[in-house]
């Protein structure tokens, strides 16, 4: 299969996709279905465009409001789910640098991974 195939639908199951497509089969390039303006840098920066998100990117003049919220709530959703998550995998290593076995299985038979 080449890189420029024709394959038709959306480049991944993102909900942003709803309302862009990729440009030349390229996922880093995003046409958008409001403004017709094409976004470089993905399908988050073009969620960014939607949402009005300032810094990145010009926002749409064109969305409605509906989808601008809509847009916005799954961004911060997004981020909230990936800080948490990092704070997790941050204590998780603060853990395992402290040698912290904590109580996580009292059976030690299994243990041994040496």
């Given at each position: 299969?080449?890189?420029?195939?024709?394959?038709?639908?959306?480049?991944s199951?993102?909900f942003?996709?709803?309302?862009?497509e990729?440009?030349?089969?390229?996922?880093?390039?995003?046409r958008?279905?409001?403004?017709?303006?094409?976004?470089?840098?993905?399908?988050?920066?073009?969620?960014e465009?939607?949402?009005?998100?300032?810094?990145?990117?010009a926002?749409?003049?064109?969305?409605?409001?509906?989808?601008?919220?809509?847009?916005?709530?799954?961004?911060?959703?997004?981020?909230?789910?990936?800080v948490?998550k990092?704070?997790?995998?941050d204590?998780?290593?603060?853990?395992i640098?402290?040698?912290?076995?904590?109580?996580?299985?009292?059976?030690s038979?299994?243990?041994?991974?040496?």
């Amino acid at each position: 299969m080449s890189r420029g195939s024709t394959n038709k639908g959306p480049p991944s199951d993102d909900f942003g996709w709803k309302w862009g497509e990729a440009v030349d089969g390229q996922r880093s390039r995003v046409r958008c279905t409001f403004c017709d303006r094409v976004i470089t840098g993905g399908i988050t920066r073009f969620k960014e465009h939607l949402a009005a998100k300032k810094g990145n990117v010009a926002p749409c003049d064109q969305v409605s409001s509906h989808v601008r919220k809509e847009v916005a709530k799954q961004l911060k959703t997004f981020k909230e789910t990936k800080v948490t998550k990092q704070k997790a995998r941050d204590e998780l290593e603060e853990r395992i640098r402290l040698g912290d076995d904590g109580d996580y299985e009292a059976n030690s038979d299994e243990d041994d991974y040496a």
